[in-house]
């Protein structure tokens, strides 16, 4: 089989066959939002389509491209590793790349939050969640978990548990006993610890979902009673880690210290699937307690060569190309630049983030001659302006970003860490001008809604 004649032979038949095949209504929203583009190559910050056209990648795969699409590095390893025909997956053995990767990432952990000195490694952000929600059961012998408003942390049913979203949890039936607390009120979280029943507390340093960052305070004081009740701290920096905030990991914005810690996305380099939990050592043994329980808990893929491989160059990049400082940087330029906006956009009501994370929020107009339009809009379906904000970006500047949850008002932008400043101000360029577009009454964004919602209504 030559897989590149392949692709091009059927590329033409890519939404077909995931209608038939994969997940249609996924297809139908793609064709109603002009986000069916076929893309044919990436590189860096951009990806291209068949006619050679370059978008500029805010969406990021959800986060996974710190470093940029087809990064030589990245490359390099993964060829020389498929070249060195090394025994994969062998199983019963010790690889030499986990012990390396679970060295490296514990030493680059460490710097932060010192405790953290085990590591046990899965297939993806769900997966390093599922298992840190069993280490810490099998840690306390409790089976409780507290979670977060708006939390997310994967999708399998454990993870699920913990997600602050009724849409995602609708429908699935009962999942494990755990309680949501609202952020920043530590008051909730104490009376819920207080029962001492509860496992963990699972937080993200910076929810995805939202992009909301907690007050200054609120996660090392909530750390703090997690320790006086005896309940385990469990970070999950599947998407704030590895750089994205401008420090290797979320928390240490604020000082923490967690008990557990989970990562993955960027791990992976965009190529191979990776995650890992890492852990304290003595929380680590409460699971793996004995010969006969050495693997009570693991996985056929974790530790495969080519996922390590893609770790090890990964932690490699970001540190000799400065990619977290750079992080930083354009950060907040990026912030200041969307921050300048606010004066002369009346919807734009909040621009948020850390690092490259960074959040801008909609809101109803104060002007009465925009209020009816928005109105209008909001009728149709909560978050339509924010969902028309990133069709404008795409339609006529190919930015490619998200809208951050679902039925918000909140955009999201993950670019990829070796972000330039032109490309910062490419950005901010094009963010000015769907903004100004959309603050016309007539015209522009709001023909965008009424055109979008009878394209979902014919499909
Ligand atoms: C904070 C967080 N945890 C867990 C996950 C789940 O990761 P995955 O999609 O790889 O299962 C995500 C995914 O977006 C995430 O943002």
Redesign the pocket.
Known sequence: MEIGRLIEERRAQRLELHKRHVNPALARVLQIIDYDVDYVRGEGAYLFDADGNQYLDFLGG??VYQLGRSHPALKKTLHELLDLDRPNLIQMDCPILAGLLAERLTERARQAYPGLDAVFFT???????EGALKFARAATKRDRFLYLDH??????LG?LSVNGSEHFRDGFGTLLPATPVPLNDLTALKQELEREDVAAFIA?PI???GVTIPDDDYLLAAQRLCRKYGVLFLV?????GLGRTGRFFGGEHWGLDPDIV?V??ALSGGFV?V?AVLLRRDLHKKTFSGLERCVVHSNTFGQNELAMGAGLATLEVLETENLIENAARQGERLLAGLRDMQDRYEMLHDVRGKGLMTGVEFGPPSSLKLKAAWKALETMQAGLFAQLVVMGLMHDHRLLTQVSGHRVNIIKFLPPLILTGEQVEYALTAIDATLEKAHRVRGGLWDMGKDLVKAAMRR
């Open positions: 959800y986060g297939n993806s952000g769900a997966e390093s969640v939390a997310f942390h994967g999708l399998t993870a993200e929810q995805g979902k999950d920096e599947v998407q704030a989970t993955s996305k699937p995650g």
